[in-house]
């Protein structure tokens, strides 16, 4: 595929998008792709890490849950704006990355280590969220109570100054923009030299420190951006649903989700977790849907279903959607020169 | 004497119950041992943390209470049937689906792993659903009174039963054919093909064993937790650090190792209070991975 059909692609897909609450006002499609958005952040979290660097995290909650955790207790204890508080949690989640990643690079941390040591923290992160009750709540978790009058308005994000339709669909929108910046950070970042010494690490990290790199720095600068952008996902949580607790920031489950949609998206590539993200949801709707009308609504139908989808993505496709849409394209477009 | 600081509160106690708290910190690292000693011999082989254990720990555990709710089978005398059963069934996970999916790469395997968990656990949750379920026996409150602190026979069936299956092990890796061959399929995979090992039978077998290990520890558990969907989550955590801290492929090890964190772990509850003493589990696991990953019995190659 050339580079300009894919960018004319992407930039048709991404109008499209953004104009659907145009067009769709059901809420229910506008819950689930604001779902599959959300994911699509998280995933591009771990993929920056885990797709290009090669580091599998198995506790990326561990930012999630530390950005929305800092968004909810700033404005819960002190009131601020969420528009201001937002670049607390974000540098905040940082700092966690960097104290993560410093400590596990600098002692050598490869392959099942790392991901132990991520799990141990988001763990660790978890018993302390739910312990230290005069900083946290504790398990009751975070209300942030929704102010209406909106020159007091610290407890959501206000569209009040855009019109009646970004007002409704603010949240659409916000998810979108952070979409975006996030898939455009990390285009820019796999152009960059940095995103091809992160590579270079991910292919083979002694040869990579032979050529001169440092790969210490490069791990370090790719666990601090995967944290920040992870963190913006918690941040885009919090505010959405005005509630945080430990189970939700820091429980295994933001972990599982973060590294399944760039794996079954296609690992290392920018519009992976996005592909990931909407099959994976795509087929948790269909499956729930129909498997309610049989058996009725019982969980776990779509989580088995997910699993499945991993394990035959990991067997049969090691390049994910992106590599097998790649493959396509180019047997049709061999097909019709021959 | 009593410190505060940000809501929880330190005092000290009276040596009776320090030694009661260790008492019954030995007898839960017990069961920590034995849901470790699995998982280290598959890691000693594969060099792989094997996400699927507290799946595979929860699916036995489910096992062994519906052939004591079903057929009236005692837990114990289960074990006959769901020790066979669990090597069974992990040689032909490992065969079929693991070992088929990974295309040798570690990384994958680890996330192979992972997915295989997902499935069984929504798999027991949506035939099963969330509820708790345990197995009720006779003599399950029956028990020894210590003076500080009270012990039941199960717990004692559990202790007993990790140091008997530790033993096996060892027997079993030191003079049996197989025993050496898995050995020597850990130390060196392309040495041990070229002698003819058939080295994709080893790993099978050795998740096979390693199964069969966690079905003894889910017969041996069953009396004393009730069983749900996610109680392998609460286990593999710990397993994960007591093998960590035992040195990954060590049987020593990972008695030792459930042990201290057993200990740990009430004295923790002890003095930290239900919520924030499992924090010392956490720390443990996070120190000994920076500072000696390879435990306290690992060997220094690895």
Same mark, same amino acid.
Not at chain 1, 53 to 59: A, D, E, I, N, T
Not at chain 2, 71 to 74: F, P
């Given at each position: 595929m050339s580079n300009r059909v894919r960018l004319i692609g992407w930039c048709t897909f991404l109008v499209m998008l953004s104009l659907i609450p145009l067009f769709i006002t059901s809420g229910r499609w506008i819950d689930f792709l604001e779902m599959t958005m959300f994911v699509a952040v998280l995933g591009q979290g771990w993929n920056i890490l885990g797709? #290009? $660097? +090669?580091? #599998?995290? &198995? +506790? /990326?909650a561990l930012f999630f849950g530390t950005g929305a955790y800092i968004q909810a207790l700033l404005q819960f204890?002190? $009131?601020?704006?969420p528009w201001f508080s937002l670049w607390f949690a974000l540098a905040g989640t940082a700092l966690v990355g960097a104290m993560v990643g410093y400590l596990s690079f600098r002692y050598g941390l490869r392959g099942s280590y790392f991901a132990l040591i991520t799990l141990a923290f988001a763990e660790a992160f978890h018993v302390l969220s739910r312990s230290l009750t005069a900083i946290t709540? $504790?398990?009751?978790g975070v209300q942030l109570t929704l102010n209406q009058n909106p020159d007091q308005a610290i407890s959501t994000f206000q569209f /009040? &100054?855009?019109g009646d339709f970004l007002k409704a669909y603010g949240f659409y929108y916000t998810i979108f923009s952070i979409m975006l910046i996030a898939f455009c950070a990390v285009w820019l970042m796999e152009r960059s030299r940095f995103g091809a010494q992160l590579v270079a690490v991910r292919e083979n990290e002694d040869a990579a420190e032979a050529l001169g790199i440092n790969t210490f720095r490069v791990k370090m600068g790719a666990i601090c951006f995967s944290a920040s952008i992870t963190a913006m996902a918690g941040v885009y949580y919090t505010q959405k649903f005005l509630f945080i607790e430990p189970g939700i920031a820091y429980g295994p489950a933001k972990s599982v989700e973060a590294l399944f949609a760039p794996i079954v998206g296609? @690992?290392?590539?920018? =519009?992976g977790p996005l592909l990931g993200s909407f099959f994976i949801h795509g087929v948790g709707e269909i499956t729930k849907e129909m498997i309610g009308h049989v058996?009725?609504?019982? %969980?776990g139908v779509d989580l088995i279903l997910f699993g499945v989808i991993l394990v035959l993505v990991l067997a049969f @496709? %090691?390049? $994910?959607l992106a590599g097998l849409v790649e493959d396509l394209w180019k047997r049709i477009f061999r097909g019709r020169n021959a | 004497m009593t410190i505060d600081f940000l809501g929880i509160s330190l005092q000290s106690y009276s040596w009776q119950t320090v030694l009661g708290s260790s008492i019954s910190g030995v007898f839960l690292g017990s069961i920590y041992a034995l849901v470790a000693l699995g998982l280290t011999l598959i890691y000693g082989v594969l060099?792989? =943390? /094997?996400?699927a254990h507290g799946s595979l720990l929860m699916l036995a555990m489910y096992a062994v209470f519906f052939l004591w709710n079903i057929? +009236?089978?005692?837990p114990y005398l289960s074990m006959l049937i769901v020790v066979p059963g669990g090597y069974l069934f992990g040689y032909t996970l490992q065969r079929t689906i693991i070992g088929k999916a990974s295309h040798g790469k570690d990384e994958i395997t680890l996330l192979v792993m992972l997915g295989v968990s997902i499935v069984m656990e929504n798999t027991a949750l949506f035939f099963f659903t969330a509820t708790d379920r345990s197995v009720r026996v006779? #003599?399950?409150?029956?028990?020894?009174? @210590?003076g500080v602190t009270y012990v039941v026979y199960p717990e004692i069936a559990a202790l007993l039963g990790s140091l008997l299956i530790t033993l096996v092990l060892w027997f079993f890796m030191s003079y049996t054919d197989t025993g050496k061959a898995i050995r020597a399929v850990s130390k060196e995979r392309q040495g041990a093909r070229l002698v003819g090992i058939n080295v994709e039978h080893i790993f099978a077998v050795s998740f096979g064993i390693g199964t069969a290990c966690v079905a003894a520890a889910a017969a041996l558990l069953v009396p004393t937790y009730a069983v749900h969907p996610q109680i392998g989550y609460l286990f593999v955590l710990i397993a994960f650090t007591v093998v960590v801290l035992g040195g990954m492929g060590s049987f020593v090890g990972a008695l030792a190792g459930g042990l201290i964190i057993g200990v740990t772990e009430q004295l923790g509850r002890l003095y930290l209070g239900e919520s924030l003493g499992l924090i010392t589990i956490s720390v443990i696991f996070i120190i000994v991975l920076l500072f000696r990953p390879t435990g306290l019995f690992g060997s220094k190659s690895s």
């Open positions: 797709g #290009y $660097g +090669g580091q #599998y995290s &198995f +506790g /990326n204890k002190f $009131g601020l704006s709540e $504790g398990g009751h /009040n &100054f855009a296609g @690992l290392g590539t920018v =519009i058996l009725g609504n019982r %969980p @496709l %090691p390049r $994910g | 060099h792989i =943390i /094997n996400f057929l +009236g089978l005692d006779p #003599y399950d409150l029956d028990g020894f009174d @210590l």
